[in-house]
């Protein structure tokens, strides 16, 4: 969950190194080309909030439904319930800084800059708060359009007709854990995950300690040792998650961090902290862990 101010702009992402060069560009437009939709297509899914879109395309893809509402101000409590705050548009993520939308594949600095921060200004001055959910959560929220049965259907045999669009989507990495329960266990529980994944697989749990961020990624906030990540490593030296196996260098780039090291004493002091300053809260997040890998990978 971030709440970003509307009066802040978007960091890019890019520097001379990294941004792509105009034959670069010239590929992108080539394939935001190839995988757009009919522009009545989207003005109908705009019309509402692009929901049934999102819901369609989640059940598809596998990645996680978000919610950007708008804000009347920025509290670092998140304490301003949803019936005060605006709904902006539902639109599908993954777990890093790629977004899905009815307009085509996204980077988050551009999806805020150019869909989210238009729609939030219309509504005065404040923020934006990001939130994520399950499907079936979308019934009991203040949005402006519920999501429909038949526009739902309707949305995914157009994804799917559009192959272009689908398959440039990343895959998600097995084991498919529910991407909300995974999205549970990226921050703040991630050490009750991977304790729980070294118990049942026997692989060694560690954390990730940053030492450089990826340009724009400075601002993140991370323990003061560094912690931002736990996971296990296999034999082959990849690391697994609740988003699954993958290579740690991607992993810790989900969380913008360009260099990092590896720690057992960080993970189990991290493990420790939380079994005794938070015991019920690691307790049920260990347990319900197990029930996710148990259910899913095992």
Same mark, same amino acid.
């Given at each position: 969950m971030t709440v970003t101010s509307l009066n802040s702009t978007a960091q890019s992402a890019c520097t001379k190194d990294m941004c792509p060069v105009e034959e670069g560009k010239m590929g992108q437009a080539k394939l935001k080309q190839r995988t757009a939709f009919a522009p009545e297509l989207v003005e109908e899914w705009e019309s509402e909030d692009c929901v049934n879109f999102a819901v369609a395309l989640a059940r598809l893809t596998g990645w996680l439904l978000h919610v950007d509402w708008w804000v009347p101000s920025l509290d670092p409590d998140n304490n301003i319930? !949803?019936? #005060?705050?605006? +709904? !902006?548009? =539902?639109? =599908? %993520?993954?777990?890093?800084?790629?977004?899905?939308?009815? @307009? &085509? !594949? #996204? /980077?988050?600095?551009d999806f805020? %800059? @150019?869909t989210i921060r238009p729609l939030a200004v219309r509504h005065g001055p &404040? &923020?934006?708060?990001? #939130?994520?959910? =399950?499907? /079936?959560r979308l019934e009991s929220l203040p949005l #402006?359009? @519920?999501?429909?049965?038949?526009? $739902?259907? /309707? %949305? %995914?045999k157009a994804i799917e007709a559009n192959t272009a669009y689908l398959n440039s989507i990343p895959k998600r990495t097995p +084991?498919? $854990?529910p991407a909300a329960d995974a999205a549970d266990y990226t921050f703040g529980r991630c050490a009750a995950f991977a304790e729980a994944l070294r118990e049942q697989t026997g692989l060694d749990a560690v954390a990730l300690l940053a030492v450089r961020f990826k340009p724009g990624s400075e601002g993140m906030r991370f323990g003061s040792d560094g912690f931002f990540h736990s996971l296990v490593l296999h034999p082959d030296g990849t690391g697994e998650d609740c988003w699954g196996k993958a290579h740690v260098d991607d992993i810790a780039g989900r969380f913008g961090v360009a260099e990092y090291r590896l720690s057992r004493e960080a993970h189990v002091s991290a493990v420790s902290n939380l079994q005794r300053t938070s015991t019920e809260r690691y307790e049920a997040a260990f347990a319900k862990a197990k029930e996710l890998i148990q259910t899913y990978r095992l």
């Open positions: 319930s !949803l019936e #005060r705050c605006k +709904p !902006l548009r =539902v639109y =599908v %993520a993954d777990n890093g800084f790629g977004v899905f939308d009815v @307009r &085509g !594949l #996204r /980077s988050v600095d805020n %800059a @150019r &404040g &923020g934006v708060r990001t #939130r994520y959910y =399950v499907e /079936s #402006r359009f @519920r999501p429909d049965s038949a526009k $739902i259907e /309707s %949305a %995914a +084991p498919y $854990i």
